[in-house]
């Protein structure tokens, strides 16, 4: 999953990117609104962190121009403590959450991920089609209730693939959702992870989980 971050204090962006790489997360950072407008308008975001005290472009207009946009992500807003003005503001806007600085980086990860879930249709934490079983909180897969070791790229694949379960996805579609703006998009080392995956949760092609859709992408069968 691909996540903006909009904040112009270098500190806390650094802090945000390291801890939602560390989860899982692509990340990209915008150090103020406009540079964040043109990310969210131009990349393919699955959420968004923005802060509302912004140069350039304020956060409350940055979520009101995103969602005049029909940028339908979901958004999480930052605000300074106690300043119940600003949340209201932000949520009427179009935001979906909003956390108080200063905050913790585990409170920001679960609303994160409650947000995920929300806009996936999940009403719980745990993804289990077939035998595989995916917590998007700890970000730990099991096959036949065995723990199966991913790395970080195999695992935003197979959650990216199984929240989109049934549905056809082009290589280009995944490895925009799983870089971020930093890593060249190379959709054929796109192959080299599902090649992985497949002897990881199917070594003897006993249930053939992801399927190749030829000149299309791939789509993940189990339900």
């Known amino acids: 999953m691909r996540v903006l971050v909009v904040e112009d204090d270098v500190d806390i962006a650094q802090q945000?990117?390291?801890?939602?790489?560390?989860?899982?997360?692509?990340?990209?950072?915008?150090?103020?609104?406009?540079?964040?407008?043109?990310?969210?308008?131009?990349?393919?975001?699955?959420?968004?962190?923005i802060d509302l005290g912004l140069p350039k472009?304020?956060?409350?207009?940055?979520?009101?121009?995103?969602?005049?946009?029909?940028?339908?992500?979901?958004?999480l807003i930052l605000t300074a403590r106690g300043n119940w003005q600003d949340k209201v503001e932000g949520l009427e806007a179009g935001s979906d959450d909003y956390l108080v600085k200063p905050f913790h980086l585990e409170?920001?990860?679960?609303?994160?991920?409650?947000?995920?879930?929300?806009?996936?249709?999940?009403?719980?934490?745990?993804?289990?089609?077939?035998?595989?079983?995916?917590?998007?909180?700890?970000?730990?897969?099991?096959l036949h209730g065995i723990d199966?070791?991913?790395?970080?790229?195999e695992y935003r694949v197979l959650e990216y693939m199984?929240?989109?379960?049934?549905k056809v996805i082009s290589k280009m579609e995944l490895s925009e959702h799983i870089y971020d703006e930093d890593i060249d998009h190379d959709s054929n080392v796109i192959e080299v992870f599902v090649g992985r995956l497949r002897k990881k949760l199917d070594p003897i092609s006993q249930f053939?989980?992801?399927?190749?859709?030829?000149?299309?992408?791939?789509?993940?069968?189990?339900?």
């Open 107 to 142: 409170e920001l990860l679960a609303r994160l991920n409650a947000l995920q879930r929300r806009a996936s249709g999940m009403a719980h934490a745990i993804m289990e089609k077939g035998p595989i079983k995916v917590d998007t909180n700890k970000k730990q897969v099991s």
């Open 162 to 166: 199984m929240m989109n379960s049934g």
């Open 148 to 153: 199966v070791t991913l790395t970080a790229f």
């Open 208 to 223: 053939k989980p992801i399927e190749t859709i030829r000149g299309q992408g791939y789509r993940f069968t189990l339900s």
């Open 16 to 49: 945000l990117k390291h801890a939602l790489t560390h989860a899982g997360y692509a990340v990209d950072l915008a150090p103020d609104g406009q540079e964040g407008l043109y990310m969210g308008l131009e990349y393919p975001i699955d959420l968004a962190v």
């Open 57 to 75: 472009l304020d956060g409350v207009s940055l979520v009101k121009k995103l969602r005049q946009a029909n940028k339908m992500f979901p958004i």
